[in-house]
């Protein structure tokens, strides 16, 4: 697993920023804050994240292949290109269908509810 954030100012390929390892899923922090997270993932066929329940509203983005993205029970299949919200506090889960890299990000702002 490779963490170590990207350099700013640079352009990148994000689908070669994580590589495929077989029976696996791996992740890469782009970008960590105290308010959010940036996360790549590429995971194989057939493997699975964990259910959770995360506090924050998570964004995916499948930049390649296809995955299963079950949120309270709810089956969506997201190919390259698409995207969906996980909101907070349901439980959600990632499945690959095929070899899929997504990027996941995470805003942890505790503000909802305050007009600024």
Known sequence: ???????KSQVHILVNLV??????AVFRTLVHTITG?????????GEK??????????YIQIIEGNS???????SNILVAG???IIPAHTINLIRANNPSKMII?????????INI
């Open 68 to 74: 299963e993205i079950v949120i309270d029970n709810q």
């Open 82 to 84: 698409q995207a969906i």
């Open 1 to 7: 697993m490779h963490n170590t954030e990207i350099e």
């Open 19 to 24: 590589e495929y390892v077989p029976h696996s």
């Open 105 to 113: 990000t995470v805003i942890k702002s505790g503000y909802e509810g």
């Open 37 to 45: 997270n940036i996360i790549i993932l590429a995971i194989d066929s």
């Open 49 to 58: 994240l964990e259910e959770k329940i995360s506090p924050f509203d998570s």
